[in-house]
């Protein structure tokens, strides 16, 4: 009886037998992949042993170092030149104010300028051909500011080459009517110091008081006790 069972195991006609493994498929996966993981590491690590022994390591390493020290040259380079830039823009704006003031100087020079030859060449027409050696007014003017103020102006000279100085006094007397009664001033701080050497220009202005009426100005130059010159000038 054995051996016929033992027999029929042996021929085709043996019943069929499946193997079949007891681990389930995702820890053959997870096997699978650790087992790929770690070839590539292997493989990694045996390239950079490769890469290292063969110096390239070494180079790559001494050319980025190279790299950061022409970086960080560069960058001192540019915070230089942009210093420089910084510098020079504070540079042109002081020379740009410096040239106009400059400017604003010359203007004023050449209108100063101005101003002296119109005096000289005013001077120049006042002063007579064989005039007298004292002090003389050539110019006597006054105006009208309002109805509280008046505005005068004087001028003397000495129609003389090399003339001394002259020290004396300047009287003005204003007169009109005062509520349309004749009236008469001078002024407030009485006669002024006069002293000058070829000329002298003299001019303030006079408050006035309420309902007064200027129509004559005069000026006496005084030396000492002595009148030099006498000019009045009428208001119109």
């Given amino acids: 009886m054995k051996f016929r069972l033992f027999r029929r195991?042996?021929?085709?006609?043996?019943?069929?037998?499946?193997?079949?493994?007891?681990?389930?498929?995702?820890?053959?996966?997870a096997l699978g992949a650790m087992m790929l993981g770690f070839s590539?590491?292997?493989a990694l690590w045996t390239f950079e042993l490769g890469v290292s022994l063969a110096g390239l390591d070494r180079a790559a390493k001494a050319e980025l170092t190279k790299l950061r020290e022409e970086v960080?040259?560069?960058r001192q380079e540019r915070d230089k030149s942009q210093s420089i830039a910084n510098t020079s823009g504070s540079l042109l704006t002081a020379e740009k104010a410096a040239q106009e003031k400059m400017m604003s100087q010359i203007k004023q020079l050449e209108a100063d300028n101005r101003m002296l030859r119109d005096?000289?060449?005013?001077?120049?027409?006042?002063?007579?051909?064989?005039?007298?050696?004292?002090a003389?007014?050539?110019g006597l003017q006054a105006e009208v500011l309002s109805d509280m103020q008046i505005k005068w102006q004087v001028?003397?000279?000495?129609?003389?080459?090399?003339?001394?100085?002259?020290?004396?006094?300047?009287e003005l007397t204003f007169s009109g009517k005062l509520a349309g009664k004749p009236w008469t001033t001078g002024?407030?701080?009485g006669a002024q110091a006069l002293q000058f050497k070829q000329y002298g220009r003299i001019e303030g202005v006079l408050d006035l008081p309420p309902q007064a009426v200027v129509q004559t100005v005069t000026a006496k130059v005084?030396?000492?006790?002595?009148?030099?010159?006498?000019?009045?000038?009428?208001?119109n």
């Avoid at 021929?11 to 079949?20: G, K, L, N, Q, V």
């Avoid at 060449?121 to 007298?132: D, N, Q, R, S, T």
């Avoid at 006790?225 to 000019?231: D, H, I, L, P």
């Fill in 187 to 189: 002024l407030p701080g």
């Fill in 119 to 134: 005096d000289l060449g005013f001077f120049e027409k006042l002063l007579p051909a064989g005039g007298a050696e004292s």
């Fill in 136 to 138: 003389t007014i050539r």
């Fill in 40 to 42: 590539a590491a292997i």
């Fill in 72 to 74: 960080a040259a560069l």
């Fill in 222 to 235: 005084m030396e000492g006790a002595t009148v030099r010159s006498v000019q009045t000038f009428k208001l």
């Fill in 155 to 170: 001028l003397v000279i000495q129609p003389v080459k090399d003339a001394p100085v002259f020290n004396g006094k300047l």
């Fill in 9 to 29: 195991r042996l021929t085709i006609s043996s019943p069929r037998m499946a193997i079949r493994s007891a681990m389930p498929w995702p820890v053959r996966w």
